[in-house]
């Protein structure tokens, strides 16, 4: 989720705007049927029904992919690093507010690093190593391949448990998920900004064109509103699912 950058409307890629766009429509498609399963309209198993778990990968990849176009983008252009930390700033802050209003919706199961915190940590690592060319793609190899590595290390050592507790498990080189409304840590999600960075910075040596500038410029209307939803992905990813949940809770009063 490489929410909307600082950079002028004129050197924007509608392109990546747009991917970002079609995960802003997945995702909220996928958060109503969450709701109504919440409010009881549904009865699905979005823990572990493939049908939803697939979705919700595929959801997160697809932002975290955006998310490391647009790094490679910013650093393209020349993006400055207080700029960087301004906007870095306001990813931190949501990812607390995310905190606090899952807190006080599911307080069993309140997010403590969901995608906001997960993408606050990756977007720095991702900013650092940006200068690595092609070394990024064995680097998010490596960080997805750690994910199966994990998984083997916690058979054969019962040592590694304490990788699964609280202060650990962010990391993500866990044996068993934990409770928690969601959870996108470092492994093996780094990994796909990894590659989106990678990708991003190819496709800006070898095919430039590949991404367009003048957002709307010879595009259709479902282009341009997914371009336009892109370049205001944060502020829509967190005011989405008040909307969603007092719009059912209204609904639900007046039935």
């Keep these: 989720m490489n929410f909307k950058s600082d950079n002028p409307p004129a050197s924007r890629f509608d392109s990546v705007d747009a991917l970002r766009g079609m995960a802003i429509v997945w995702m909220s498609a996928y958060h109503l049927f969450f709701d109504l399963n919440h409010f009881g309209y549904l009865k699905q198993n979005f ?57 006080w ?5 309140f997010i403590y690093f969901g995608v906001l915190h997960g993408m606050a940590i990756m977007l720095l690592v991702v900013r650092l190593t940006a200068g690595w ?50 959870y996108v840590p470092l492994i093996p999600w780094l990994g796909v900004m990894w590659w989106g960075m990678a990708a991003g910075t190819w496709t800006l040596r070898q095919r430039p064109h590949w991404f367009r500038h003048a957002p709307g ?29 007092g719009l059912l809770m209204a609904v639900g009063a007046l039935a």
């Design 105 to 109: 919706m599911y307080p069993q199961s």
């Design 47 to 103: 823990y572990l029904d493939p049908f939803w778990t697939w979705q919700r990968t595929a959801i997160v990849s697809l932002f975290l992919f955006a998310a490391g176009l647009g790094q490679a983008i910013a650093v393209h252009q020349g993006q400055s690093w207080p700029r960087f930390w301004r906007r870095w700033g306001q990813v931190a802050a949501c990812a607390l507010l995310v905190t606090a209003g899952s807190y």
């Design 133 to 182: 060319g092609g070394w990024l793609w064995v680097l998010g190899g490596a960080a997805i391949a750690m994910q199966f590595i994990a998984s083997y290390a916690h058979s054969a050592w019962a040592g590694a448990e304490f990788l699964n507790g609280n202060s650990f498990n962010w990391l993500g080189l866990i044996s068993r998920k934990p409770v928690t409304e969601d």
């Design 217 to 245: 410029s010879d595009r259709g209307p479902a282009i341009r509103g997914l371009a336009w939803l892109g370049r205001w992905s944060l502020s829509y990813y967190m005011l989405h699912q008040p909307v969603l949940i």
